[in-house]
């Protein structure tokens, strides 16, 4: 009898085991609101202000849109110049209940959200005085955390009741910055914001710059010069010679354009060029792609003291993660400018070696070139009817293998690296698979799974799906059996 009763605890047991669901123990709340923290507090003291410096020489930027790209997605360029030393990398800052997820650097002076919402800023000294304002990277955030267009951050930006409008604005510390921004649907804008009022350009079918003065916000508008006219002989160069602009051009044209110094024999100073010694990170989003509500929609960028001899690496939202192997480039870009510098004294103005700026580069445009050329061929190929969750495991083992890809041909300085097995979307099954992929645990599923196999033509990823409901089946079998059994235990016992 004791041994009867012992067999139907076992049973039990067993039932509850693989009855069970699997329990995410993570705190996302408290998760959350450590990254709010860690936000802030790079936001606020990462690094000491020094009000001495020159910020009128503070970042530069570009947008390209509509007929003058080469496939009508939108195009937001910006290096971001930073007069001393900070840690300028990627960061994945997830959604709230409130709030879209974004990948920012450092971590939201540019960015793009979940939507396919980019921004940029650069500083206009003239709207606020001459110091540093915090305001304008906490507007940043904001238009990242909470919108999807271009159209609604116009609206926004002069709505009384807005959290992007005047008084809100104001509240946030001063506010004196042009806001460049694109979205999902393929617009444009650059917006000069202070804190009472904005005004926007749109950039429609064409393309234009900002550095550090005004060009639309009266009574300081005045038209393009230095940095940004620098910007727009590139972009007029590279129209001029193809008809068009693609994000490849902006990447290895324009963005690291310093009147082709580099191309010379003489050692070069690139001091007051759109790439300059501050420049410490450049972003170079792509969006235009509505597909999804915006997921497919890309970042690359290239962090570290200087992008002239960094990589450009692509970054997605929806990966909800940075590689490792993005997340080190910072460094490795610093110990390539230190290695084409020719100062002999740390007195002596810093000159690059043109040489070995161009063997540097020619490293990262050949890694740049795949990681283009294989989101081009992964995005001309994306069928209807993914879940999140499929959409999520394939671009991650995609932005991973990108991302070891172009590294280790960077750090390294050579092309002797092996191509990352290709990457595809798996097929949809049917609208039951899809329901049920929303919500599987995306934790529980490597991202290499998605890497199609050559021999059958359902990714490892619908296979796995199959495999989840032949478990579930035979749990569901398993169960009632255990069942059945129970009940015949308990029938002996009490006859």
């Not at 940043?140 to 271009?150: A, F």
């Not at 804008?189 to 550095?211: I, L, M, P």
């Not at 235009?288 to 960028?301: I, Q």
């Not at 991302?403 to 097929?427: K, M, Q, R």
Request: overall charge negative.
């Amino acid at each position: 009898m004791n041994g009867h009763r012992g067999s139907a605890i076992f049973l039990l047991c067993i039932l509850f085991i693989v009855s069970f669901p699997t329990i995410n123990i993570t705190d996302s709340s408290s998760e959350n609101n450590w990254v709010r923290e860690r936000l802030q507090t790079i936001i606020a003291i990462d690094s000491p202000i020094n009000y001495t410096e020159d910020w009128s020489q503070a970042c530069s930027s570009v947008i390209v849109t509509g007929n003058a790209t080469k496939d009508g997605h939108a195009i937001l360029m910006k290096n971001r110049d930073w007069p001393y030393e900070r840690v300028n990398i990627p960061y994945y800052v997830p959604s709230t209940d409130n709030t879209y997820a974004f990948v920012g650097v450092n971590t939201n002076t540019m960015g793009i959200n979940e939507k396919g919402l980019a921004v940029m800023n650069t500083y206009l000294p003239e709207l606020a005085g001459l110091e540093p304002i915090e305001g304008n990277l906490i507007l940043n955030q904001k238009i990242l955390e909470g919108y999807e267009s271009v159209s609604e951050v116009a609206r926004a930006l002069n709505d009384n009741r807005a959290a992007i409008g005047p008084v809100l604005r104001s509240s946030s510390g001063d506010v004196a910055t042009c806001i460049g921004i694109i979205d999902r649907f393929g617009a444009g804008a650059f917006f000069e914001v202070s804190n009472t009022r904005a005004y926007v350009q749109y950039v429609v079918d064409g393309y234009d710059t900002r550095a550090n003065h005004p060009r639309i916000f009266p009574p300081y508008a005045s038209g393009p010069s230095g940095r940004d006219q620098y910007l727009l002989d590139a972009l007029d160069e590279v129209y001029e010679k193809n008809g068009c602009i693609s994000w490849k051009d902006v990447m290895q044209n324009v963005s690291r354009y310093i009147h082709h110094k580099e191309l010379g024999s003489t050692n070069f100073s690139i001091d007051g060029e759109a790439c300059n010694p501050n420049t410490v990170a450049t972003m170079v989003a792509v969006s235009g792609d509505s597909r999804y509500d915006g997921k497919l929609n890309c970042m690359w960028t290239a962090c570290g003291s200087n992008p002239i001899v960094g990589v450009f690496v692509p970054t997605m939202v929806c990966v909800e993660s940075i590689p490792a192997s993005i997340a080190s480039l910072s460094g490795y870009t610093f110990r390539k400018y230190i290695s084409a510098q020719t100062q002999l004294y740390p007195a002596d103005p810093i000159l690059l070696n043109p040489e070995r700026v161009r063997e540097v580069q020619k490293f990262a445009f050949f890694a740049e070139d795949y990681t283009i050329a294989e989101y081009d061929r992964l995005m001309s190929s994306v069928p209807e009817g993914l879940s999140d969750y499929q959409i999520k495991l394939t671009i991650s083992a995609f932005i991973e293998g990108l991302g070891d890809y172009a590294s280790e041909i960077f750090i390294e300085e050579t092309t002797d690296v092996e191509v990352p097995p290709l990457v595809n979307f798996p097929t949809p099954i049917s609208t039951t698979t899809t329901t049920q992929s929303v919500t599987s645990p995306t934790s529980s599923t490597s991202p290499s799974s998605i890497i199609d196999s050559p021999t059958n033509p359902l990714s490892t990823a619908s296979e796995s799906l199959i495999d989840d409901q032949i478990m579930a089946l035979a749990i569901g079998i398993g169960s009632g059996f255990a069942l059945v059994m129970i009940a015949a235990l308990m029938k002996r016992r009490f006859t």
